[in-house]
């Protein structure tokens, strides 16, 4: 399994990123997928998860009416659109999946939010 995160940066507050992960080593079809981040000597935080059929969708509070995820099927990709992004945003982001009992994860992408 390789999930590779791409898209961060460096950003203004109130501006937008969009992240992509690329997934591969699996049948992305039938995998449900999450975001997670990480601030910087702290824990990792759920973020957003989408079914594999791209149905349903479910938000950490913080970050509902802001961020959506999505899914390209044919892509073996998943999105995290971000918007109205606050300096409290910072953070890396990884994509993740479970398989067979297993958490992989990518090695994530930085999203800065500053002036």
């Known amino acids: 399994v390789q999930l590779v995160e791409s898209g961060g940066g460096l950003v203004q507050p109130g501006g937008s990123l969009r992240l992509s992960c690329a997934a591969s080593?699996?049948?992305?079809?039938?995998?449900?997928m999450s975001w997670y981040r990480q601030v910087a000597g702290k824990e990792r935080d759920w973020v957003a998860a989408?079914?594999?059929?791209?149905?349903?969708?479910n938000y950490a509070d913080s970050m509902k009416g802001r961020f959506t995820i999505s899914r390209d099927n044919a892509k073996n990709t998943v999105y995290l659109q971000m918007n109205s992004l606050k300096p409290e945003d910072t953070a890396v982001y990884y994509c993740?999946?479970?398989?067979?009992?297993?958490?992989?994860w990518g090695k994530g992408t930085l999203v800065t939010v500053s002036s």
């Open positions: 993740t999946v479970e398989r067979w009992g297993i958490h992989y």
């Open positions: 080593g699996f049948t992305f079809s039938t995998a449900a």
């Open positions: 989408i079914t594999s059929d791209g149905g349903r969708t």
